[in-house]
């Protein structure tokens, strides 16, 4: 499987090889916006999170970077930020106008503690092969108002990966699981959800496991874990290790809303949003 992944990545950097100008650095301001340069899309296209605060003297992390046909985007440096206070912070990342930004991954949780790591990507089907999935830019993505759960295990030093293919999560479920009847701090099994063999049953577009995930255009959604399926993740093994690897919610994504998007989103999702805890 890997050989292919390996060869299908080649060809989709081979073809955006064009764009190769230096690194840009990220950006933060006071108000949290975090850029890579002056030529940015709108706010609207935003990919919105918080950096945790210190917990139980673990320090919170956040970092994000651009991708490219599921590799960091050569031209835009990582984000990187350590939060040793006692309150999380809003961090909105802002997408420079380029075409050759397919996908994002993001890292966030707390130094020697649980940790989530999603990579999302806008992958489509191949116009030649209806069995494969490509990446695609996420500027063919309208402005649009979604959720995705961080994932990760309460304090145990482990990562928990998630892979999202952002058509699919946005089309069927925008909101997550429950139809957005969840929030931060939240564990999975406090919610009576259970990950079975990298999945949740009711949910599209997104899938968990134990090892990091790379693109894989033969795959159901177009993720697979290294290591192959016995890496994918079940939520009643992982956590029958011990407490320390009870599945939380540490934090969320969130793309944010156009106005006409409110109503998509469902009065559910909203409330969820508003009253979400941000620990």
Avoid: C
């Amino acid at each position: 499987m890997f050989a292919s992944v390996a060869t299908a990545n080649a060809g989709i950097n081979g073809a955006f090889a064009a764009n190769t100008r230096a690194s840009t650095a990220p950006s933060r301001s006071s108000t949290g916006v975090v850029t890579w340069g002056n030529n940015n899309m709108g706010s609207k296209h935003d990919v919105k999170d918080r950096i945790p605060r210190k917990k139980n003297g673990a320090n919170g992390i956040l970092n994000f970077y651009w991708t490219k046909g599921g590799s960091k985007h050569p031209n835009y440096d990582k984000y990187q930020e350590v939060n040793s206070g006692s309150a999380s912070h809003p961090r909105r990342f802002r997408r420079p106008k380029d075409d050759t930004i397919t996908d994002w991954w993001q890292q966030v949780g707390h130094v020697g503690k649980g940790k989530s790591e999603v990579h999302t990507g806008n992958l489509t089907k191949s116009t030649t092969r209806a069995d494969q999935w490509v990446f695609s830019p996420l500027n063919d993505i309208p402005a649009m108002f979604w959720r995705i759960p961080d994932l990760a295990p309460t304090e145990a030093d482990a990562t928990i990966y998630t892979g999202v293919n952002i058509k699919l999560y946005q089309a069927s479920n925008p909101d997550g699981f429950l139809n957005g009847a969840w929030s931060v701090g939240d564990t999975i099994d406090s919610l009576g959800i259970s990950v079975v063999n990298g999945v949740i049953a009711g949910l599209e577009g997104i899938v968990f496991s134990t090892t990091p995930l790379v693109f894989d255009p033969f795959s159901a959604i177009g993720w697979s874990p290294v290591g192959g399926a016995v890496n994918w993740l079940s939520s009643s093994s992982f956590q029958s290790v011990g407490m320390d690897n009870t599945i939380n919610i540490v934090q969320q994504h969130v793309g944010v809303p156009t106005p006409g998007a409110v109503f998509i989103a469902g009065i559910a999702g909203l409330t969820a949003l508003r009253r979400r805890r941000h620990d």
